[in-house]
């Protein structure tokens, strides 16, 4: 997939209420939700939410059908899949996952050198002279 793509798909992600219908799409799952329990979960008006899926219907994240009197929408799941896993293969595990794997380094070459420095005035002190207080005690 492009760099043009991905930016596409990921501009689906650019607003509040457009986050908000994708997360209760995707907790609801492949039977979907109609509009007005769309706007029950999200608190958004059936107005926002109209104005928010025809841009996501144009990007294929969402489709629409007519079951009955109600039109139910519901999160192109394939899609969304193929997005996050191409990104994740061709960007990598994420800023997140990077910065927890940094500090964790981190963390270790800070004990690292904890213990180096522990070791170093356990050395010291043997060298200073109190050797004496290990050599055995004569009786």
Do not use: C, W
């Not at 394939?78 to 963390?107: C, I, N, P, T």
């Amino acid at each position: 997939m492009e760099p043009k793509e991905f930016a596409r798909f990921f501009g689906g992600f650019s607003t509040e209420k457009r986050v908000k219908m994708i997360t209760a799409l995707a907790e609801a799952g492949k039977p979907g939700l109609s509009l007005i329990d769309l706007s029950r979960k999200t608190d958004l008006s059936v107005i926002d939410i109209g104005i928010a899926a025809e841009a996501l219907i144009m990007m294929d994240l969402l489709n629409i059908s007519v079951k009955g009197e109600n039109k139910v929408l519901f999160l192109n799941f394939d899609l969304m899949s193929k997005v996050f896993d191409e990104a994740y293969h061709s960007f990598g595990q994420g800023r997140l996952v990077r910065l927890a794997e940094k500090q964790a380094a981190q963390a270790a070459a800070e004990a690292a050198e904890a213990e180096a420095a522990a070791a170093a005035a356990e050395a010291a002190a043997l060298t200073d002279g109190s050797a004496e207080a290990i050599a055995p005690v004569k009786e």
